[in-house]
């Protein structure tokens, strides 16, 4: 299964957006982007997923490059309840699709 | 809904002790995950049941055990604890598997200590 390359953390002030990559450069033409995230001491939860256009939801927005070997999470305002561990993973025909370690977000007040 | 529901949220366990880790989920899901988080580490796949009647390894598969109830439950089993089992489980399912946007649905998470 394809692998994802995400920095190890990344600080936000408050209320400024967030941009946070993610590269894949090994996806397959099935694989879906997806991003999750785990606030502390929770299981993960869905954030937004994609496969070639750009997708924006109430969330958050995906930016997808146009050769799909990597993409971008914007969160357009971080507030405090924004931080946390964001995962990128890629989703195609089998269930193991792996999480990695993820980008730590702290958001500052 | 209740969404990924598991059972315990704590436990202690002794070296070389058994015990079942439950998972039930009331969104008729095919699909249900055992993953495993060790201190700052991402989640690693244990076991994965594709649908009903159907159970296959993950990354690490040594030392558990599932079992697919039914649609809705989605058991892990630690044969005799081992110090190295100590970690957060997370149970979690979707609707099905392959790549049609497949959300998963996580549940809160159960803390287990081997000493």
């Known amino acids: 299964d394809a692998k994802t390359t995400q920095p190890n953390s990344m600080e936000s002030n408050e209320e400024e957006p967030v941009h946070l990559p993610c590269n894949h450069s090994?996806?397959?033409?099935?694989?879906?982007i997806h991003w999750y995230r785990q606030l502390p001491s929770q299981g993960p939860e869905y954030v937004i997923h994609?496969?070639?256009s750009n997708v924006n939801n109430r969330m958050a927005s995906l930016a997808i490059a146009e050769d799909r070997k990597s993409s971008t999470l914007i969160l357009h305002r971080a507030t405090l309840r924004d931080a946390a561990v964001y995962y990128c993973?890629?989703?195609?025909?089998?269930?193991?699709?792996?999480f990695g370690t993820g980008t730590s977000l702290t958001v500052i007040p | 809904n209740a969404g990924v529901t598991q059972t315990p949220k704590f436990q202690v366990l002794k070296t070389g002790q058994s015990m079942t880790l439950q998972c039930a989920q009331d969104?008729?899901?095919?699909?249900m995950y055992w993953y495993r988080q060790d201190p700052g580490m991402g989640l690693r796949l244990i076991y994965y049941?594709?649908?009903?009647?159907?159970?296959d390894k993950g990354e690490v598969p040594n030392g558990y055990n599932v079992s697919r109830l039914n649609k809705r439950e989605f058991s892990l089993r630690l044969e005799s604890a081992a110090p190295s089992q100590t970690s957060v489980y997370f149970c979690?399912?979707?609707?099905?598997?392959?790549?049609?946007?497949?959300?998963?649905?996580f549940g809160e998470g159960s803390w287990l200590t081997v000493v």
């Open positions: 090994t996806i397959s033409g099935t694989d879906y």
């Open positions: 969104m008729n899901h095919n699909s």
């Open positions: 049941s594709a649908s009903e009647g159907t159970t």
């Open positions: 994609g496969l070639t």
């Open positions: 979690a399912s979707s609707e099905r598997q392959g790549p049609l946007g497949n959300t998963i649905y």
């Open positions: 993973i890629l989703m195609g025909t089998g269930n193991q699709f792996y």
